[in-house]
């Protein structure tokens, strides 16, 4: 449908029409079912049935026989047949779930990444649905915060390349072809870094904080072409999000020429009493419509207060028309007025659906995503010998992460399943009891039973971690240790003499300091997904070499949160001088147990040999790398940039680019980096993006910490010149 005729369309709506449109509600909510679907605000506001069927979108519906029939009965009553737009949060998976956006980002491989996103789209699209609500692109630092797991961690240019190629990956060339569903970034801006970890508090950073780390992989992910972009419940510089001009106008509209959708969290925008800035709804809506956010997600405030706010002039017309054209142009740009079916299809379901070869790529996923933190000779497992295998995740298909969709822990293999497949009658099991659902928060005391039932093996594996439902959103933890009777059993193993293989199922980073050194290896699986367990098996008895490297810093307390490797100086860093009198604490090293971008694997790798030259837009880096073992395997080579002075502080090193690369034994490859004026550039202190001629240390290694440097000095005008 051409633009004109969607002028004219939204021309012909009535004022009501508009504020209906610009409002999304639970399809629930379209057939009267049960008022207990809705949660807070909505029971407050009283739709009549004209209303809910002329809502502009819905929240959360799925299958394809439901969404065709719920667009028929839709269409039916619709003046302008206007299709209704299908949105949900398919964050990492439709019923074939792929690991956690957190393990995603620690592939260090946007390919696989992209690939994994486009099977999420095919399901969700043979599903019937238009909009996911994902890439999550907020930068974390504190694990506290049960949504780490949704973010791609605690780097800009990484979480920025993930996000960039889940947009590609749900998108393709144009969400509407076949297969294809429109990406929702989020949640903008900054809802990862709340006070004290702790979920929907307060966030607040200064302008450079916001633009060094937090706003970058949003701004990826725009430039990707993300058809929709989420505003966050929270606050930026005392302004919450959904009603920020600086956000929602100067931000994402005039900087990075967004021309998208709009859309506020669950119920945000009625939030902003909450907040205290807005005394009613009439000044919560005035203030969303000033922002250009145009539609308000499960809640009645355009529903309730668009006329009176024009009536009272304290809105335009323009302002309520720019809204509702961005969202017809939304449905036209998927094709839904010609084909408002768009993918619903049933049998495409029944052959699209947890297909092997969804299998396949979320198995892929999942062991690229793990990343082997500790081995001590232990693994991988070796040819003959009983295996122990204990712990809550042993036999349960709770693998999935928070977020899952449709995937069914009961329909998903265990560990134990896996193991069994590779192992036969050497796998050994005793004290599997999984988490009871809302039950206990620790699992029965079984360390005596596990060490009795294990007694013939020589090595146990341990499959402990968190219960997926502690994690995820409303999940914010003060204690991130493993429960006492995990901390139990592994002391106990380690103390009857075996070997102990700790296999950590998490949603972020745990503290695992207190059971570390009782373990003679230690894999970090995350919730991996569908495939999940096959890919631990796949890790433990050696087919496959860990490759990942980690995208979030493990603390060595909880005492030290945040702790992160883009940090700036101070004026006494620790380095400095060797009495107190610096940056530190007397009980704690200021380094974090495991680092971001850290990975072992089952061969060595060597990275040396760093060459900078000018060349290209800029600079060129040159490095070799070389497996030195005995088996191939993939690492991932990480190029850091330190501005070494400048006219406001800069990070110690920033992540500039990375390569992953696969090595067959005694192999090398030079790796090459470009570096342009971008990866040396910043927001100055008058928001001016440039950068400053000056010396640059030019970094690269294996992971944050392990780094080879060479410093260079950049004079003014070098760039364009070289
Ligand atoms: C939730 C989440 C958001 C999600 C939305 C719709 O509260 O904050 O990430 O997309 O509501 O479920």
Known sequence: MDRNRILELAADMTLEEKAMQMTQLSPDMLYHLSPSNLTGPLREWKFDDKQLWETGSVLGPSGAAYLRKLQEDYLKTSRQKIPLLFMSDVIHGYVTIMPIPLAQGCTFDPGLCEEAAAVVAAESAAAGLHVTFSPMADLVRDPRWGRVMESCGEDPCLNGRMAAAMVRGYQGENPGDKGRIAACVKHFAAYGQPEGGREYNTVDMSRGVLRDFYLPAYREAIRAGAALVMT????????????????????????????????????????????????????????????????????????????????????????????????????????????????????????????????????????????????????????????????????????????????????????????????????????????????????????????????????????????????????????????????????????????????????????????????????????????????????????????????????????QIPVYYNYYNTGRPAEAKADSYVTGYRDCPNSPLFPFGYGLSYTDFVCEGLKISWAGDLLKASVRVRNTGKRSGGTVVQLYIRDVSASVVRPVKELRDFRKVFLEPDEEMQVEFSITEDMLSFYDEQEKWGWEPGEFDIMTGLDSEQVETRRIFVPAGAGREA
Request: charged letters at 25%; a negative charge.
């Open 232 to 559: 966050s419940f929270n606050t930026v510089e005392r302004i919450p999000a959904t009603c920020s001009k600086l956000l929602l106008r100067r931000i994402l509209r005039q900087e990075w020429g967004f021309e998208g959708v709009v859309i506020s969290d669950y119920a945000a925008v009625e939030e902003l009493m909450n907040h205290s800035v807005a005394a009613d709804a009439l000044e919560a809506g005035e203030k969303c419509i000033h922002a250009g956010m145009d539609i308000e997600m499960m809640s009645g405030v355009y529903a309730g207060t668009l006329k009176a706010l024009l009536e009272q002039g304290r809105i335009t017309e323009e302002e309520i028309d720019e809204c509702v054209i961005r969202i017809l142009e939304l449905k036209n740009r998927l094709g839904l007025f010609e084909n408002p079916w768009k993918d619903a299809d049933e049998q495409e379901e029944k052959e699209l659906l947890y297909c092997q070869k969804h299998l396949d790529t979320a198995r892929r996923a999942a062991r690229e995503s793990m990343v082997l933190l500790k081995n001590q000779g232990a693994l991988p497992l070796g040819e003959a010998g009983k295996v122990g295998l204990a712990g809550p995740f042993a036999c349960t298909g709770n693998l999935l992460g928070g977020w899952h969709c449709e995937g069914r822990p009961e329909n998903t293999r265990s560990l134990g399943e896996a193991l069994q497949e590779k192992l036969g009658d050497r796998l050994v099991t005793a004290m599997t009891e999984p988490f009871a659902w809302g039950g206990e928060r620790d699992v029965p005391d079984g360390a005596e039973e596990a060490a009795l039932g294990l007694k013939d093996c020589e090595i146990c594996i341990v499959a402990a971690g968190e219960p997926e439902w502690e994690t995820g959103e409303a999940s914010s933890k003060t204690n991130l240790r493993l429960s006492r009777n995990q901390e139990k059993l592994i002391h106990a193993l380690h103390a009857a003499g075996k070997r102990v293989v700790l296999v950590l199922f998490s949603g972020r980073p745990l503290e695992i300091g207190p059971v570390l050194e009782d373990c003679d290896a230690v894999l970090q699986a995350w919730f991996p997904g569908s495939a999940g367990a096959d890919a631990v098996a796949d890790i433990l008895c050696g087919s496959y070499n860990p490759s990942g490297h980690l995208s979030m810093s493990f603390p060595r307390s909880v005492g």
